[in-house]
């Protein structure tokens, strides 16, 4: 009797072993097919990255239209054109059999302007592989390496390479395998691609509005952004909003000489400079009356905000920081509320090209990030009220000669509004979904993300199309994003691919 018991453990453990065992080939087999695919679709890659994409140049951006409509279609995905005032959106679906709902996946084809000069390479336009050197310096070798036996820790450099024309190609890769595989997704796919992305999406609002019948959806996936500081596969449920003010003060009618006239001419320059000066304390900490009014954090939250695997040492290091502002108790508190940030300012000239001047004018250009709690009209109104509670006259353009001589000081004040925050809860269905897809992909949950720091243009479809998004960030964290030698780290794009794959192939 005991060795029948023994017989029969011993064949129902070989089941459950070779069970496993079968499984686990299975899975090598279904990653060795998305790994065929993501390296086959380098070229498809190269070819979009050479498309120059400024989305102020509209002939450019109806070549990447053009070349997304033909990616789409060679996908079985039906594609439309959604008109807008400017250049369209373009929204690709594809159906599925017996589906009950519909899934909206937003992905970004525009980029930032580019600085020829400030490349290391022949053009931002001509992807360039390159691996590090002993010097610790990024040196091309021949892309078509690739192909043969890539090193994940190589990097394709180019303009969009992670912002975010390497996720757009990325997904399209992960459809090849999954048609290839012969999976079919429970859910209807639908793909809206912005073209208008770096410009703030202006016309997107109207749009999503205009088409709210052709973009309905369940829920909405972001394929957009950068991973956790740590590289690991992370969701975002939630990213803060934008939006912008001009602020120029005005002094003499022309530049004029700082010896003739200093001591006497009141210089626009370090007017502006107390102005801003006098919106912060030394920490960092808007002390603008009411500002952070509405956003409180719960021991809850702080506490969830607490799982997240930061290093503010590795931060620190990164950004090149001793220290860092005072805005919450960590980097991920900081995140939660609304910012107050210079983002460029002109008076006259600097290095070589300064001269002994007196600036007639000086501009600033300042973005507030907003959080879910934040109004932005009543931010803007609270900026601008400090202004003249500094005994600014505000101005609709140039101060008129009448303005001139009445008011001492004297400033002109503009304000604009992109989009809004958005959050969604960790146990939503989109986010049980994506975790489930990514915890397979890669044998672990992801980490999640409450808030993420920068902003991209989803509240419009969230608050019009009433459904909830997540974003799902592949890329490396240090990409240099709309800055000189933007790239993407080979292995970051090829898991890529796997995650997307994952999540086209789970059941909803």
């Not at 703030?200 to 950068?226: N, Q, W």
């Not at 004029?256 to 000066?277: D, E, K």
């Not at 503009?414 to 989009?419: C, E, G, M, V």
Request: proline share 6%; aromatic share 10%.
């Amino acid at each position: 009797m005991k060795l029948s018991i023994r017989i029969k453990s011993f064949l129902t453990l070989a089941i459950i072993c070779s069970a496993l065992t079968s499984i686990a080939q299975k899975k090598k087999n279904q990653d060795d097919l998305i790994q065929k695919h993501a390296i086959e679709s380098f070229k498809d890659l190269y070819a979009l990255l050479s498309i120059p994409n400024d989305a102020h140049h509209p002939k450019d951006i109806e070549k990447n239209i053009q070349w997304c409509e033909d990616a789409f279609a060679k996908r079985g995905f039906v594609t439309t054109r959604l008109e807008t005032a400017t250049v369209p959106l373009l929204l690709a679906e594809r159906k599925a059999k017996k589906a009950t709902k519909t899934v909206l996946v937003y992905l970004q084809i525009d980029g930032q302007p580019v600085d020829t000069s400030k490349w290391f390479q022949e053009s931002p336009w001509r992807p360039t592989l390159k691996e590090k050197n002993t010097s610790g310096d990024w040196k091309a070798i021949n892309y078509e390496r690739l192909y043969e036996n890539y090193n994940p820790d190589w990097r394709i450099f180019a303009r969009s390479a992670s912002d975010a024309k390497g996720p757009a190609v990325a997904f399209l890769a992960s459809l090849d395998a999954m048609i290839e595989t012969k999976a079919e997704p429970n859910y209807n796919i639908k793909v809206i691609m912005d073209f208008e992305e770096e410009l703030g999406s202006p016309r997107l609002p109207a749009a999503v509005t205009k088409y709210k019948k052709e973009l309905a959806s369940d829920m909405f996936i972001i394929f957009d952004g950068p991973r956790h500081v740590s590289n690991a596969p992370t969701l975002s449920f939630g990213a803060r909003g934008i939006c912008e003010i001009t602020i120029t003060t005005y002094g003499p009618r022309q530049p004029v000489h700082s010896g003739n006239y200093g001591n006497y001419t009141p210089n626009p320059a370090m007017r502006l400079s107390q102005l801003l000066a006098s919106m912060k304390d030394e920490e960092g900490r808007v002390i603008i009356p009411g500002y952070y009014d509405g956003t409180t954090l719960t021991n809850d939250e702080k506490e969830t905000l607490k799982l997240v695997p930061d290093s503010e040492e590795e931060i620190n290091k990164f950004l090149g920081i001793a220290e860092a502002d005072k805005i919450g108790e960590n980097f991920q508190e900081s995140l939660q509320y609304p910012t107050l940030n210079i983002r460029g300012l002109d008076a006259l000239y600097v290095g070589e090209n300064a001269r002994t001047l007196i600036p007639a004018q000086a501009t600033a250009e300042i973005d507030i990030r907003l959080v879910p709690t934040s109004d932005p009209e009543r931010l803007i109104e609270l900026v601008k009220k400090h202004i003249e509670s500094k005994g600014y006259h505000l101005t609709k353009g140039e101060p008129t000669e009448e303005e001139r001589m009445k008011y001492p000081r004297i400033a002109f004040f503009n304000s604009s509004i992109s989009y809004l925050a958005f959050q969604t809860p960790f146990d939503s269905e989109v986010g049980l979904w994506l975790s489930r897809a990514m915890t397979k992909a890669f044998g672990k949950e992801p980490i999640k993300i409450r808030t993420a720091g920068g902003s991209i243009p989803i509240s419009p479809f969230v608050i019009t199309l009433g459904i909830p998004a997540v974003a799902v960030p592949t890329v490396n964290a240090d990409n240099n994003q709309h800055a000189p030698n933007e790239n993407i780290r080979v292995g970051n794009y090829m898991e890529a691919v796997k995650a997307f794959y994952y999540i086209l192939t789970e059941k909803l």
